[in-house]
């Protein structure tokens, strides 16, 4: 049992090159979710997904694309990378029991990105 | 618009004794909240969590104080230990349609307990 696994672990990017983040759950979570984490500003929302197929923005989801094309999986995608988007990002994942019930996330283990 | 806000940057505490970490919320459609425990080079990491129903849930050394009337949660760890030393994230659900299994994240707190 894997729980949530994030490929590649760290990359250097040029500005405008574009990349593929990606993450896989063996858990047959609904919900997926992309976060990246920045001193002082905690891990910020990116987009999420509530299920195969669907997407939805977060709270900074400019420059970002994302496809949940199968349950399991949950692309991150960066089209022209910037210096700004140098972070580290997490992908998430839960299942949802209804509300006010147990929203416990499992995380993986980040993606070091850099961009220069 | 930060919802959730961890004022505090950073706790330093004496082994054996109490951390208070606290955490503030806007949003009156949160319903659950949650602890999380990250270490340098890992992914963050489940601690606790208390339902909006609630106002107290205990789990060993962690206690999770909700006050809803001040929008206000807290995370008590007693004694602390050494090993407890990493950042502490706060999270908030709900907020009605699809945000309900959406997690919103304080800025996180960093704790150093000194042996």
């Known amino acids: 049992n894997a729980g949530v696994t994030q490929t590649p672990k760290f990359r250097v990017l040029k500005t405008g090159q574009s990349m593929t983040l990606l993450c896989a759950q063996d858990m047959n979570h609904e919900y997926m979710y992309w976060y990246r984490q920045d001193p002082g500003m905690g891990l910020r929302l990116i987009h999420y997904?509530?299920?195969?197929?669907?997407?939805a923005k977060g709270e900074v989801p400019d420059g970002y694309n994302v496809s949940r094309l199968k349950k399991q999986n949950f692309l991150l995608g960066l089209e022209s990378a910037a210096p700004s988007q140098t972070s580290v990002y997490f992908c998430?994942?839960?299942?949802?029991?209804?509300?006010?019930?147990?929203?416990?996330?499992?995380f993986g283990q980040g993606t070091r990105l850099t961009v220069v | 618009d930060q919802q959730v806000k961890q004022n505090s940057p950073s706790l330093s505490v004496q082994e054996g004794r109490i951390s208070i970490l606290n955490c503030d919320y806007t949003n009156s459609m949160f319903d659950y909240f949650l602890w999380y425990k990250k270490y340098p080079a890992e992914g963050p990491t489940f601690l606790i969590s208390i339902s909006s129903i609630k106002d107290k849930n205990e789990d060993g050394r962690f206690t999770v104080f909700l006050n809803k009337s001040a929008k206000h949660l807290s995370l008590h760890i007693v004694p602390s230990q050494p090993g407890d030393s990493a950042v502490y994230f706060c999270?908030?659900?709900?907020?009605?349609?699809?945000?309900?299994?959406?997690?919103?994240f304080g800025q996180g707190t960093i704790l150093t307990v000194h042996p």
């Open positions: 997904s509530v299920g195969e197929g669907t997407t």
């Open positions: 999270a908030a659900s709900g907020g009605g349609g699809t945000s309900y299994g959406k997690l919103t």
């Open positions: 998430a994942s839960s299942y949802f029991e209804g509300p006010g019930q147990n929203t416990e996330a499992f």
